[in-house]
């Protein structure tokens, strides 16, 4: 957990930089403001995602460490620990609230307070996860859904494609984050594919090496991990044991195969946190979050890592290959 910018480190650190500023500019920038920014994860595997976060927020005019101080919190994969600094946010005050890295920051977040403004970013629909009784209202609640319906569907053609003869998907599922609506969708999606899916439990109090016996165990053909901030964590854990048991694997964000994994299927990460800080500056400049719809992601990208395709042994299709956004050598 970090704390970058200390209250009183923070206030002499903008009276001494507004010395040197021009009246002008001076009178253009909105009142110095105090935002909270709970994550479920720790800093280093979402530096990307915390730089879009703050584009978001210049565009709205607010700079970190000259008219804004953010206040980081970060669970570091222990949810247990997110009630309690999310409670911690609420005690300083902060003007928003900014829940991301699961669903069970913006729960936590919620039920902390219901007059503080906060801005969520999920990887499932926001109504089914319990913070918003319709997309359209959210009370103090708004912000991005990385989820759709088709996701699941698109992944599922995708391996069919570059894996005719599959009939039978493993799927990882966080036991502290479970998503029930999202393999419900994957069941639903592989059962006119003639597919099975295989959910198995996976993190790494477990331990990977275990699914990953039991879906060779269980002659699974492929694998899907789905858009989860554990699983990002330790992708390179997940990608070396893929390689090593020769599985064919399709995650949810370009962030595995930039790190060797073979494919990616999903909606931008980065462009949902540039759109949460957009949020964020929205809020900070008097509008409130019940008029601020919950934006379901409508960017997805393709990424194939030929390199780790041929290591796989893997002639992909042109077809495939054609309608990546990129591909990675």
């Known amino acids: 957990m970090t704390n970058p910018v200390g209250r009183r ?87 928003v609230i900014v829940a991301t890295g699961s669903t069970a920051s913006a729960l936590a977040a919620k039920r902390a307070t219901s007059t503080i403004p906060i801005v969520f970013e999920v990887g499932r629909d926001a109504a089914a996860a319990g913070l918003v009784e319709n997309p359209g209202a959210g009370g103090n609640l708004t912000g991005i859904s990385l989820n759709v319906e088709m996701l699941a569907q698109a992944q599922l053609n995708l391996l069919r494609e570059v894996i005719p003869k599959a009939s039978k998907v493993a799927m990882f599922v966080n036991p502290e984050n479970p998503n029930p609506e999202a393999q419900a969708r994957l069941e639903a999606a592989a059962g006119p594919l003639g ?20 879906l060779v165990q269980q002659r699974a053909d492929a694998l899907l991990v789905e858009n989860d901030s554990l699983f990002l964590e330790w992708r390179q854990k997940i990608i070396s044991l893929a390689e090593y048991h020769a599985v064919p694997t399709i995650y949810a964000s370009r962030a595995y195969p930039a790190a060797g994994g073979l494919m990616s299927y999903g909606a931008s990460i980065i462009e949902g946190y540039h759109q949460v800080g957009v949020y964020v500056g929205r809020i900070l400049n008097g509008d409130k979050p019940s008029d601020l719809p919950v934006v379901r992601s409508t960017k997805f990208e393709l990424v194939i890592n030929i390199t780790t395709a041929r290591t796989l042994g893997m002639n992909l299709p042109q077809a495939v290959l054609s309608r990546a956004n990129e591909v990675i050598e």
């Open 9 to 95: 480190d923070f206030i002499t650190l903008v009276a001494g930089a507004a010395a040197g500023w021009p009246l002008a500019a001076r009178a253009q920038l909105p009142a110095s403001r105090t935002i909270g920014f709970l994550n479920s994860t720790s800093p280093d595997p979402s530096l990307q995602r915390v730089a879009a976060f703050r584009r978001g927020l210049n565009e709205l005019g607010y700079v970190e460490r000259r008219n804004l101080a953010i206040e980081f919190r970060w669970a570091g994969n222990q949810a247990r620990e997110l009630p309690r600094l999310a409670a911690d946010l609420v005690r300083r005050q902060v003007a």
């Open 195 to 214: 597919m099975q899916i295989l959910a198995l439990n996976a993190s790494p109090g477990g331990g990977f090496d275990l699914p990953f016996m039991r």
